[in-house]
């Protein structure tokens, strides 16, 4: 039988990434615990499977009820006999019910191994060499479902009634599309200044779920939208791979960054893509046949049928996939546009080929005007636009795009590599009417002062920093400069000392340094040990914590690892300990191997009731005698269900 | 789609190319109904804001004329987000309207009953309204027509004064237009006032706003109270009346700290009129003195927030604002559109340079290394204390010596913020100076030798930022300002606006301490200008020799 302990033995054997993956899935709080039986207990706890088993679509619900139906004979089931259940409870529906949707294909080989695969995956089922069983909470679970009034195992296998959404009578199909293609580009837009913002500085992302509220607000003012409007935008970007959560923090993938290279409509097709992809295959064929409906509450009867169990949950799912097709202008006012239809119909390619038409074209040519500002008549070629970013910082962003130029922004390009005569020259290639004195005034001047002053960590080892505490040095070749900044008030918490007459010592982190100094107006650059000139970030209060806040899920699979490997460490006893109680508490007969005085194993297949005073009692269920065995002597313990089929 | 010269943008702004061919009928058009932000060389900013909307559908525009306007010109197609959001806003004008009964009563009215319950529920505009005769209509309270304006745009509903203007007892006068005309424009913003009721016209300093107050005189003959920011303002307008009207001297009164005259036309200060004794304001009776037919407002951006609350009680007599900008920096721009009234008239500076009646300047930036001594000093000084070190360092004197003599012959202001430099600037300099405690007639005099070339140099405070007519000054040389005002920026590079009888071009020096927080003030200030259309050239002091 499947049960917690068999459970843990399986969490032992797996991958640390699929751990990570299943606790990730399943979403469970690491909260108290400490090793892979309370993780075990923690994923086969009634609440928990139920969370996992809303989750799931309705065929995938399905396979799992015909595992355990078949699973009552005590046997596992092959896939074939999974797929024979499955016909045999669709048949009398489908005899009743002429007008049912034909959806042979969803229950074809292929499609219940992989429903079973992703049972497996959420821990549902367990399988071996081909074979599925359910764990026994599972099964208990699903078992009761009647009673909570959810679909028995034939409602769950039955066809899709037909018609599930209705048709809606054509409104304005041009003032649609006018405002899905507002919507498709700003949001391209929006998801571009996302990534920018994150490529700057990742975003932390709170335990309970969604950003930190000044977080949320300083990627809401990157992106010029309302605060209100930035899980839609995170979401539609996550789901397109373009960012991902590491460790607690938001921050850009590699796709993302290739994404920023993409023309507005191809950017747009990927996002359409992924929003697609992740669209239930259930739906999306019942949309693409119907593309003139309105996805009003009529997609959430159908989204209810699809996912039996869903409750609040999937009502948040349908809301986030109406909100996000809005947001991407699949469809304006809950109907398809034309590039939405052609996005379920014939594909993100097609369908961004239609808004490209549509989209404002892109321009290679800018003004650079007196004011310092950079204007683009247009949507600036992905490829300048990037270029730019790293020499202005953008101001403003919608069908065209305005960057201001700074000598804090030409500092950090020269950091990126750049000088005064390549930014120079790049200016003058993209503008339109040359390049304005105090432009010129301005890049040649910071270009010109940059890195005159320069700060790096104390080297560990340095005869002249025998001062305790000194973690980081100024130096210059002004030594004026330096007498400056010695006496500078705004910098005089900063505690500069001069340790030599061209070098300033500071008890502070060279970052630290660096932005106190770069904050007063000081031409100032951060070394290397190696005296390489690099570009830091600004951290936010508290920030130097954000990094190393471990991702919860991560830090679980972790400490269950450690305890696990100590606990095999120090001695077998602890991990046969633990397997012990909780075969006791669930009650479930387990095959133990003893070692006996001469050295030879014996298995006794035992139900045991206690351990007390370093033996193990228990009931022998062949010779159907209590036994007390010496806890000392037992070297191995397992599952009697799995062993059993070994045999 | 036109390919034309706008881009309308989802942030409601809207992009200009300058070079496009269409750009100047785009411009003319759009002006209509949005606000120009910013007018650097190449692409000028406007903003559709509600007032600007509003102010277009007081003046007759409707939403459909300016979609069509965005329409025409626009490159790429208008966000349909905008096109809503303009028929809605201009939907909300005239939706209530304030009207008198046959027996003088103020009435707000509707055919729009939602909404005129909705505004009538309100905690501040109830208090406003005495009865309820019918479903359509409310009793306005007599004392609060200006209150239940400014109470309406604030929520949303602008609404349309026709409760007419009390005519003013007359008061015959006319223009003396033997040597010179108005012009066009000046024309042109008279016409849009007096069709308009009340308002605003916005005139870059220089293009005659006084004329314009003249000719709105002429036009409406009655008694007029003027009211300006100073009484060398107020002098400048008597003697401005006196030479290009019928008004003789007898018939202009001044009413100022130093005079109390009410006249058929009295000019007075916003000072006196907020002056008060005892906690009450003490001059108010001036406001009663006379049956005013016009309230004339000199520089509305300015005016003082006390006398918002005086106009309130004044909406029964036309009003005129005169004002290079605006944009007012408490931002109760609100408050202009819904007590003085719509703006009437405006024209980007430009504009009007273009058309040569007001002359082109020049713009540098002087940056001035410190010398390490003044360095240290600066570095050692408190937060509170750099700008001023910054503002006065002793490295400037050099740099404005060289600067004037860079311009022989020419008038020169040169403009400080502390006394202290003021004293040190006109000593080394060998020129007068003019703070806010020169006496009047001192001042008026110096004003009059430098305008006449007995003086070419003067050394001048704040006192002169505002409304002082110096046209033949060619040369400003800011050495320290206020903070970062916006305004004060576009006052100063205003004296030197005026149209040159000797042909020569302006020049406007701003003297910047390098690494300093002067030049962060300064940057700011200048941004004014530079989306004023103003450029910059940014020179090094220590290189100005070899600069022509």
């Given at each position: 039988m499947t049960t917690a302990l068999s459970l843990a033995s399986r969490l032992q054997s797996m991958e640390d990434s699929q751990l990570y993956a299943a606790i990730l899935a399943r979403q469970i709080h690491p909260g108290h615990i400490a090793d892979l039986f309370d993780l075990a207990e923690a994923l086969l706890d009634h609440d928990s499977i139920q969370h996992a088993l809303a989750a799931l679509d309705r065929r995938t619900l399905a396979v799992i009820a015909a595992v355990t139906e078949l699973s009552r004979a005590g046997a596992p089931a092959s896939l074939e006999a999974i797929a024979a259940q499955l016909r045999d409870w669709r048949s009398p529906a489908e005899k009743t019910n002429p007008s049912t949707t034909p959806d042979h294909g969803e229950h074809a080989a292929a499609s219940i191994a992989e429903r079973a695969a992703e049972a497996q995956r959420l821990l549902l089922l367990q399988e071996e060499d081909g074979k599925y069983l359910p764990y026994r909470a599972v099964a208990a679970q699903l078992r009761s479902w009647t009673d909570l009034g959810l679909p028995s195992g034939p409602e769950l296998a039955a066809p899709a009634p037909a018609g599930l959404l209705g048709s809606v009578p054509m409104t304005d199909t041009a003032a649609r599309d006018r405002l899905a293609t507002d919507r498709a580009f700003g949001s391209v837009a929006s998801v571009v200044e996302l990534l920018a913002e994150l490529n700057r500085e990742p975003a932390r992302e709170l335990q309970k779920g969604g950003l930190a509220l000044p977080e949320a607000k300083r990627v809401a003012h990157a992106m010029s939208v309302e605060l209100e409007q930035v899980p839609a935008r995170l979401s539609v970007a996550a789901r397109a791979n373009l960012v991902h959560r590491e460790g607690g923090l938001w921050a850009v993938t590699a796709a993302g960054a290739s994404w920023l290279v993409l023309s507005t409509a191809q950017r747009w097709a990927r996002l359409a893509d992924a929003w697609l992809d992740a669209l239930p295959a259930g739906i999306r064929s019942v949309l693409s046949t119907r593309t003139q409906l309105s996805w009003g509450s009529v997609l959430g009867s159908t989204m209810a049928w699809y996912y039996p169990a869903g409750g609040d949950r999937l009502q948040h799912r349908v809301e986030e996939f109406t909100r996000d097709a809005e947001v991407l202008g699949i469809t304006a006012k809950l109907m398809p546009s034309m590039p939405g239809t052609l996005l379920l119909t014939h594909g993100s390619a097609a369908a961004g080929a239609a808004f490209a038409g549509l989209f404002p074209p892109e321009v290679d040519q800018v003004y650079v005007q007196h004011d310092l500002t950079i204007v683009s008549p247009g949507p600036l070629n992905p490829g300048l636009d990037a270029r730019l970013r790293t020499i202005a910082d953008v101001e403003s962003r919608a069908q065209a795009s305005s960057y201001r130029i700074s000598a804090a922004s030409v500092n950090h390009a020269i950091t990126g590599g750049e000088s005064a005569a390549s930014i120079l020259e790049f200016l003058g290639q993209i503008s339109l009417t040359g390049i304005p004195q105090p432009v010129e005034y301005l890049v040649s001047e910071a270009a010109a002062r940059y890195g005159r002053l320069r700060v790096r960590s104390a080297p560990p080892v340095d005869a002249s920093l025998t001062r305790s505490h000194v973690r980081s040095v100024v130096h210059a070749d002004d030594v004026e400069l330096l007498k400056t900044l010695e006496v500078d008030q705004t910098l005089a918490s900063l505690g500069l000392q001069r340790i030599a007459p061209d070098r300033l010592a500071s008890r502070f982190e060279r970052d630290v340094v660096f932005w106190a100094i770069s904050d007063a107006r000081y031409p100032i650059a951060a070394e290397d040990d190696s005296g390489t000139i690099v570009g830091l970030r600004r951290q936010h209060t508290g920030g130097p914590d954000l990094p190393s806040q471990a991702d919860p899920a991560a830090e679980l699979v972790r400490r269950v690892r450690i305890r696990t490997a100590a606990d095999q460490e120090e001695t077998s006893q602890a991990w046969l300990a633990r397997q012990l109680e909780t075969s006791i508490r669930a009650r479930v007969t387990v095959l133990v191997t003893l070692e006996m005085p001469d050295g030879r194993p014996v298995e006794y297949l035992l139900e045991p009731t206690g351990v007390a005073g370093g033996r193990l009692r228990g009931r022998d269920r062949r010779a159907d005698v209590e036994r007390t065995l010496p806890l000392s002597s037992i070297t191995g313990l397992k599952p009697a269900a799995v062993s059993t089929r070994k045999k | 789609m036109t390919d034309g010269p706008l881009i309308v943008q989802s942030d409601r702004t809207v992009l200009l190319e300058v070079a496009h061919p269409q750009a100047a009928d785009a411009r003319h058009d759009l002006a209509v109904f949005a606000e120009l932000e910013r007018a650097p060389e190449h692409i000028h900013t406007y903003r559709i804001t509600r007032l600007g909307l509003w102010n277009a559908r007081a003046a007759g525009h409707s939403a459909k004329d300016m979609l069509a306007t965005l329409e025409r010109y626009s490159k790429f197609a208008i966000p349909q987000s905008v096109s809503i959001d303009i028929a809605e806003t201009v939907a909300r004008y005239g939706r209530l309207v304030i009207a008198r009964t046959a027996d003088g009563a103020l009435t707000l009215h509707s055919e729009d009953f939602a909404v005129l319950t909705e505004v009538a529920k309100g905690k501040r505009i109830a208090p406003l309204l005495s009865e309820h005769p019918n479903p359509g209509t409310y009793t306005v309270e007599p004392w609060a027509r200006g209150a239940l304006k400014q109470e309406l745009v604030k929520l949303g509903w602008p609404a349309e004064d026709?409760?007419?203007?009390?005519?003013?007892t007359p008061h015959p006068m006319a223009l003396i237009q033997d040597d010179w005309a108005l012009r066009d424009y000046q024309n042109k913003a008279i016409g849009n006032f007096f069709a308009g009721g009340s308002g605003v016209v916005v005139l870059p300093c220089g293009a005659g706003k006084t004329l314009v107050g003249a000719g709105a005189m002429a036009r409406a003959k009655t008694n007029t109270l003027i009211l300006v920011t100073n009484t060398i303002s107020a002098r400048q307008w008597r003697d401005e009346l006196s030479r290009r009207t019928t008004l003789t001297p007898e018939e202009i009164g001044e009413y100022s700290g130093l005079v109390k005259e009410v006249r058929p036309v009295t000019i007075a200060t916003y000072q006196i009129l907020t002056a008060k004794r005892k906690g009450e304001y003490a001059h108010l009776a001036l406001l009663d003195a006379m049956d005013w037919g016009l309230v004339i407002y000199d520089e509305v951006h300015l005016l003082p927030a006390p006398v918002f609350k005086l106009t309130a009680e004044l909406q029964a007599r036309r009003r005129l604002g005169l004002t290079a900008t605006l944009v007012r920096e408490d931002g109760r721009e609100g408050d202009v559109f819904s007590l003085i009234g719509p703006k009437r008239f405006d024209a980007p500076w430009k504009e009007i340079e273009a058309q040569g009646f007001i002359s082109p300047a020049e713009c540098f930036e002087v940056r001035i290394d410190l010398p390490q001594s003044e360095r240290l000093a600066y570095a050692a000084a408190a937060d509170d204390e750099r700008y001023r070190l910054a503002a006065t360092a002793p490295a400037k004197l050099g740099v404005v010596k060289q600067l004037v003599d860079r311009h022989p012959g020419e008038r020169i202001l040169v403009i400080g913020q502390y006394l202290d430099q003021i004293d040190e600037l006109a000593d080394a300099l060998h020129a007068p100076k003019l703070t806010g405690a020169t006496p009047v007639d001192e001042r008026e005099r110096l004003y009059q030798a430098f305008r006449v070339g007995e003086e070419k140099v003067l050394v001048v405070s704040k006192v002169a930022n505002f409304s002082v007519d110096l046209p033949e000054a060619t040369v400003a040389i800011q050495v320290s300002g206020s903070f970062g005002s916006r305004q004060e920026e576009a006052q100063r590079l205003g004296r030197l606006l005026r149209p040159k009888e000797s042909g020569l071009s302006a020049n406007f020096y701003t003297l910047v301490a390098r690494d300093t927080v002067d030049q962060d003030f300064a940057q700011n200030r200048q941004r004014f200008l530079a989306e004023q259309g103003y450029s910059y050239t940014i020179l090094d002091a220590h290189a100005l020799d070899q600069r022509v």
């Amino acid at each position: 039988m499947t049960t917690a302990l068999s459970l843990a033995s399986r969490l032992q054997s797996m991958e640390d990434s699929q751990l990570y993956a299943a606790i990730l899935a399943r979403q469970i709080h690491p909260g108290h615990i400490a090793d892979l039986f309370d993780l075990a207990e923690a994923l086969l706890d009634h609440d928990s499977i139920q969370h996992a088993l809303a989750a799931l679509d309705r065929r995938t619900l399905a396979v799992i009820a015909a595992v355990t139906e078949l699973s009552r004979a005590g046997a596992p089931a092959s896939l074939e006999a999974i797929a024979a259940q499955l016909r045999d409870w669709r048949s009398p529906a489908e005899k009743t019910n002429p007008s049912t949707t034909p959806d042979h294909g969803e229950h074809a080989a292929a499609s219940i191994a992989e429903r079973a695969a992703e049972a497996q995956r959420l821990l549902l089922l367990q399988e071996e060499d081909g074979k599925y069983l359910p764990y026994r909470a599972v099964a208990a679970q699903l078992r009761s479902w009647t009673d909570l009034g959810l679909p028995s195992g034939p409602e769950l296998a039955a066809p899709a009634p037909a018609g599930l959404l209705g048709s809606v009578p054509m409104t304005d199909t041009a003032a649609r599309d006018r405002l899905a293609t507002d919507r498709a580009f700003g949001s391209v837009a929006s998801v571009v200044e996302l990534l920018a913002e994150l490529n700057r500085e990742p975003a932390r992302e709170l335990q309970k779920g969604g950003l930190a509220l000044p977080e949320a607000k300083r990627v809401a003012h990157a992106m010029s939208v309302e605060l209100e409007q930035v899980p839609a935008r995170l979401s539609v970007a996550a789901r397109a791979n373009l960012v991902h959560r590491e460790g607690g923090l938001w921050a850009v993938t590699a796709a993302g960054a290739s994404w920023l290279v993409l023309s507005t409509a191809q950017r747009w097709a990927r996002l359409a893509d992924a929003w697609l992809d992740a669209l239930p295959a259930g739906i999306r064929s019942v949309l693409s046949t119907r593309t003139q409906l309105s996805w009003g509450s009529v997609l959430g009867s159908t989204m209810a049928w699809y996912y039996p169990a869903g409750g609040d949950r999937l009502q948040h799912r349908v809301e986030e996939f109406t909100r996000d097709a809005e947001v991407l202008g699949i469809t304006a006012k809950l109907m398809p546009s034309m590039p939405g239809t052609l996005l379920l119909t014939h594909g993100s390619a097609a369908a961004g080929a239609a808004f490209a038409g549509l989209f404002p074209p892109e321009v290679d040519q800018v003004y650079v005007q007196h004011d310092l500002t950079i204007v683009s008549p247009g949507p600036l070629n992905p490829g300048l636009d990037a270029r730019l970013r790293t020499i202005a910082d953008v101001e403003s962003r919608a069908q065209a795009s305005s960057y201001r130029i700074s000598a804090a922004s030409v500092n950090h390009a020269i950091t990126g590599g750049e000088s005064a005569a390549s930014i120079l020259e790049f200016l003058g290639q993209i503008s339109l009417t040359g390049i304005p004195q105090p432009v010129e005034y301005l890049v040649s001047e910071a270009a010109a002062r940059y890195g005159r002053l320069r700060v790096r960590s104390a080297p560990p080892v340095d005869a002249s920093l025998t001062r305790s505490h000194v973690r980081s040095v100024v130096h210059a070749d002004d030594v004026e400069l330096l007498k400056t900044l010695e006496v500078d008030q705004t910098l005089a918490s900063l505690g500069l000392q001069r340790i030599a007459p061209d070098r300033l010592a500071s008890r502070f982190e060279r970052d630290v340094v660096f932005w106190a100094i770069s904050d007063a107006r000081y031409p100032i650059a951060a070394e290397d040990d190696s005296g390489t000139i690099v570009g830091l970030r600004r951290q936010h209060t508290g920030g130097p914590d954000l990094p190393s806040q471990a991702d919860p899920a991560a830090e679980l699979v972790r400490r269950v690892r450690i305890r696990t490997a100590a606990d095999q460490e120090e001695t077998s006893q602890a991990w046969l300990a633990r397997q012990l109680e909780t075969s006791i508490r669930a009650r479930v007969t387990v095959l133990v191997t003893l070692e006996m005085p001469d050295g030879r194993p014996v298995e006794y297949l035992l139900e045991p009731t206690g351990v007390a005073g370093g033996r193990l009692r228990g009931r022998d269920r062949r010779a159907d005698v209590e036994r007390t065995l010496p806890l000392s002597s037992i070297t191995g313990l397992k599952p009697a269900a799995v062993s059993t089929r070994k045999k | 789609m036109t390919d034309g010269p706008l881009i309308v943008q989802s942030d409601r702004t809207v992009l200009l190319e300058v070079a496009h061919p269409q750009a100047a009928d785009a411009r003319h058009d759009l002006a209509v109904f949005a606000e120009l932000e910013r007018a650097p060389e190449h692409i000028h900013t406007y903003r559709i804001t509600r007032l600007g909307l509003w102010n277009a559908r007081a003046a007759g525009h409707s939403a459909k004329d300016m979609l069509a306007t965005l329409e025409r010109y626009s490159k790429f197609a208008i966000p349909q987000s905008v096109s809503i959001d303009i028929a809605e806003t201009v939907a909300r004008y005239g939706r209530l309207v304030i009207a008198r009964t046959a027996d003088g009563a103020l009435t707000l009215h509707s055919e729009d009953f939602a909404v005129l319950t909705e505004v009538a529920k309100g905690k501040r505009i109830a208090p406003l309204l005495s009865e309820h005769p019918n479903p359509g209509t409310y009793t306005v309270e007599p004392w609060a027509r200006g209150a239940l304006k400014q109470e309406l745009v604030k929520l949303g509903w602008p609404a349309e004064d026709q409760a007419g203007y009390t005519p003013g007892t007359p008061h015959p006068m006319a223009l003396i237009q033997d040597d010179w005309a108005l012009r066009d424009y000046q024309n042109k913003a008279i016409g849009n006032f007096f069709a308009g009721g009340s308002g605003v016209v916005v005139l870059p300093c220089g293009a005659g706003k006084t004329l314009v107050g003249a000719g709105a005189m002429a036009r409406a003959k009655t008694n007029t109270l003027i009211l300006v920011t100073n009484t060398i303002s107020a002098r400048q307008w008597r003697d401005e009346l006196s030479r290009r009207t019928t008004l003789t001297p007898e018939e202009i009164g001044e009413y100022s700290g130093l005079v109390k005259e009410v006249r058929p036309v009295t000019i007075a200060t916003y000072q006196i009129l907020t002056a008060k004794r005892k906690g009450e304001y003490a001059h108010l009776a001036l406001l009663d003195a006379m049956d005013w037919g016009l309230v004339i407002y000199d520089e509305v951006h300015l005016l003082p927030a006390p006398v918002f609350k005086l106009t309130a009680e004044l909406q029964a007599r036309r009003r005129l604002g005169l004002t290079a900008t605006l944009v007012r920096e408490d931002g109760r721009e609100g408050d202009v559109f819904s007590l003085i009234g719509p703006k009437r008239f405006d024209a980007p500076w430009k504009e009007i340079e273009a058309q040569g009646f007001i002359s082109p300047a020049e713009c540098f930036e002087v940056r001035i290394d410190l010398p390490q001594s003044e360095r240290l000093a600066y570095a050692a000084a408190a937060d509170d204390e750099r700008y001023r070190l910054a503002a006065t360092a002793p490295a400037k004197l050099g740099v404005v010596k060289q600067l004037v003599d860079r311009h022989p012959g020419e008038r020169i202001l040169v403009i400080g913020q502390y006394l202290d430099q003021i004293d040190e600037l006109a000593d080394a300099l060998h020129a007068p100076k003019l703070t806010g405690a020169t006496p009047v007639d001192e001042r008026e005099r110096l004003y009059q030798a430098f305008r006449v070339g007995e003086e070419k140099v003067l050394v001048v405070s704040k006192v002169a930022n505002f409304s002082v007519d110096l046209p033949e000054a060619t040369v400003a040389i800011q050495v320290s300002g206020s903070f970062g005002s916006r305004q004060e920026e576009a006052q100063r590079l205003g004296r030197l606006l005026r149209p040159k009888e000797s042909g020569l071009s302006a020049n406007f020096y701003t003297l910047v301490a390098r690494d300093t927080v002067d030049q962060d003030f300064a940057q700011n200030r200048q941004r004014f200008l530079a989306e004023q259309g103003y450029s910059y050239t940014i020179l090094d002091a220590h290189a100005l020799d070899q600069r022509v």
